[in-house]
């Protein structure tokens, strides 16, 4: 199996820590269990900020980091050895795991941090947390230096500065390094598989959540325990609703079908969109828009690579795009002035990416100073344009109505341009239906 290894972990608190001003102190939360409804809790996902920093898994921990502490920089609070809540919810590392298997330096129960950790801020001149981004968490912070302020007349210093952590900590997380790209190739891996599968298996009858089952199977069987996000099996007019998400319509005869789904490994995400014809094979019209949308994906490759900006792939696919959809007359017009009027938004309404990584929509900043960020090896991003048209479109004829294309793939930026991740599954019109064909 890979996974990010424990060393990885090391590297990265050092790394942040090295970034840290002196003197400063950073708290992170984990993330907290999520309620379903009554007794049942949501399968436990890590904070991916959390994981980034330390590998472990389990809900009701903080980390603590103080660089230049001379009793060790990582401190971790987390739940304390229980037999009897082991029994009833898992194994827990305890305190002692929390050192001898996860790296922490000094590690205490989660149930002392309001007398502790007031004592680990005092005398630091500054606090790193992510402000903002869980109330709950801020309060508490609030408390802990309110303790040290209440015991400013014994001579106790409570910091003076509060900083957002996000910006040096998201910084990291957009350069993938070679650990994290290796884990992201064998989730991109395992998506392509779950995406080939379902395509064999389509056939008009079927409901999506057929289809999702499929996904899931192989999801798993793979070596991935989770999708990265809720999958989206979209058939016939629900490929034209960007997050669809209830899975529960059937695949019908003559219409398509759009998958969006991948799977997640040590919290590192893939994310994968195909379409394809429910009964394997494209009609004219179907084709004509997915070649579109195919040529539009292949002109957005050409420009993703060291120094080009952020944009010139989204610019590649709406400039392949309006111009496609001139020619087949659903848009009328010069295709400058189309797109400086934005026209294509009526069928191309979003954007033709976003970072990937332990977010599927992953941190890091697209713009820097006003302009588009500049790519740089390292740096993961989705390359996912698309055409919709929308069921009640009156503006085209009806035999275009209700079709909806995506294709989305997965790439790193290298020193010559890109690395495709998801090059696994079957693309061009031939190799899907000749795909299809042979699992009929
Ligand atoms: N799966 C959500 C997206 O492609 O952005
Ligand atoms: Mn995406
Ligand atoms: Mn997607």
Same mark, same amino acid.
């Given at each position: ?179 994290? =790209?290796?884990?992201?190739? #064998? *989730? +991109?891996?395992?998506?392509? !598989? ?5 395509? %064999? /298996?389509?056939? &008009? ?87 579109? =949308?195919?040529?539009?994906? #292949? *002109? +957005?490759?050409?420009?993703? !690579? ?5 944009? %010139? /792939?989204?610019? &590649? ?87 909806? =294309? ?35």
């Amino acid at each position: 199996m890979i996974h990010i290894p424990k060393a990885e972990y090391t590297r990265r608190r050092k790394a942040l820590m090295a970034q840290m001003e002196p003197n400063s102190i950073a708290i992170l939360p984990a993330a907290a269990v999520a309620i379903r409804n009554r007794d049942v809790e949501h399968v436990y996902r890590q904070d991916s900020d959390f994981q980034y920093l330390s590998g472990f898994p389990e809900p009701e921990a903080v980390i603590v980091l103080m660089p230049g502490r001379q009793h060790g920089e990582y401190v971790l609070f987390c739940r304390e050895r229980n037999a009897e809540r082991e029994l009833w919810d898992g194994l827990r590392a305890g305190t002692e795991g929390a050192i001898r298997d996860f790296g922490a330096d000094d590690a205490f129960p989660i149930t002392d941090i309001d007398d502790i950790l007031p004592g680990l801020i005092e005398g630091r001149d500054r606090v790193y947390s992510a402000m903002g981004s869980n109330a709950e968490f801020d309060r508490h912070v609030m408390e802990w230096i309110n303790v040290i302020r209440s015991k400013a007349h014994l001579g106790a210093q409570p910091p003076n500065e509060f900083v957002a952590l996000d910006h040096l900590l998201h910084d990291m997380r957009l350069y993938k390094s070679a650990a994290e =790209v290796k884990v992201m190739r #064998e *989730a +991109a891996r395992i998506s392509c !598989a779950a995406h080939v599968r379902a395509m %064999q /298996a389509s056939r &008009a009858g079927l409901h999506e959540f057929s289809l999702e089952a499929e996904l899931d199977y192989e999801f798993r069987k793979g070596g991935a325990k989770m999708p990265a996000y809720g999958s989206i099996v979209a058939a016939g007019r629900n490929s034209c609703i960007l997050h669809y998400q209830q899975n529960d319509a059937l695949l019908k005869d003559g219409d398509l079908v759009l998958i969006d789904a991948g799977c997640e490994i040590d919290c590192y995400a893939s994310d994968i969109t195909r379409t394809w014809p429910v009964n394997g094979k494209f009609s004219p019209e179907q084709k004509a828009i997915y070649e579109i =949308v195919l040529a539009s994906q #292949e *002109a +957005a490759f050409k420009q993703i !690579a060291p120094n080009k900006h952020w944009n %010139q /792939a989204h610019e &590649a696919t709406v400039q392949v795009i309006t111009a496609g959809l001139v020619k087949l007359g659903l848009l009328q017009g010069d295709v400058d002035e189309l797109i400086a009027s934005e026209a294509y938004r009526a069928f191309y309404m979003h954007r033709a990416g976003h970072w990937l990584g332990m977010d599927v929509h992953d941190v890091g900043e697209y713009k820097v100073g006003g302009e588009w960020r500049v790519l740089e090896v390292g740096m993961a991003l989705t390359v996912e344009p698309g055409i919709y048209i929308s069921p009640d479109n009156q503006t085209v004829a009806k035999k275009w109505r209700g079709i909806g =294309v995506r294709i989305e793939d997965d790439v790193i930026v290298t020193k010559q341009g890109c690395e495709i991740l998801t090059g696994g599954v079957p693309k061009t019109v031939a190799e899907i239906e000749a795909l299809m064909a042979a699992a009929r």
